[in-house]
């Protein structure tokens, strides 16, 4: 019973420590829908390929195209939203399918770019693990 207990204990501080030392930053799905409510200042990265993004996403969301953010050429379409960072101090969160991958390849592209890490938020379980679709909207956004 002690060694079944300890192996517990051993592994949950071992699957912590791998969550902890991952290096990206999480928002809950709770806590980002309290900041869309309250209207909170942040720039929305959405990494969405441009069919999901018409179909599902946050008003005011940068539309990039980017997913999944491995190739160069998918990376340099972020390339688009650094000066609407550079001009600004709110938080960037990160907005993929999954919440994955994806938005790991785009944390770590922009942080290459300068972005500091403690501004920027990976949306936990991306837009299909997002509950509240009414907090969404659809359509092509007009551009500028």
Wanted: hydrophobic share 40%; proline share 5%; aromatic share 6%.
């Amino acid at each position: 019973m002690k060694k079944l207990l300890l192996g517990t204990l051993l592994a949950s501080l071992l699957l912590g420590g791998v969550a902890c030392a991952s290096g990206y930053t999480y928002t809950a799905t709770k806590e980002f829908k309290e900041s869309l409510e309250k209207a909170k200042p942040m720039i929305i990265v959405d990494i969405q390929v441009p069919v999901e993004f018409a179909k599902h996403h946050f008003k005011n969301a940068l539309e990039t195209d980017a997913f999944p953010a491995k190739s160069d050429a998918e990376r340099a379409k972020l390339d688009k939203v650094l000066p609407v960072i550079a001009a600004s101090q709110d938080e960037v969160v990160i907005v993929c399918p999954r919440g994955g991958g994806g938005a790991k390849n785009t944390w770590d592209y922009l942080k290459s770019k300068g972005v500091a890490e403690k501004r920027m938020r990976i949306l936990e379980g991306g837009m299909q693990g997002w509950p509240h679709q009414e907090l969404t909207v659809s359509g092509t956004p007009v551009q500028k």
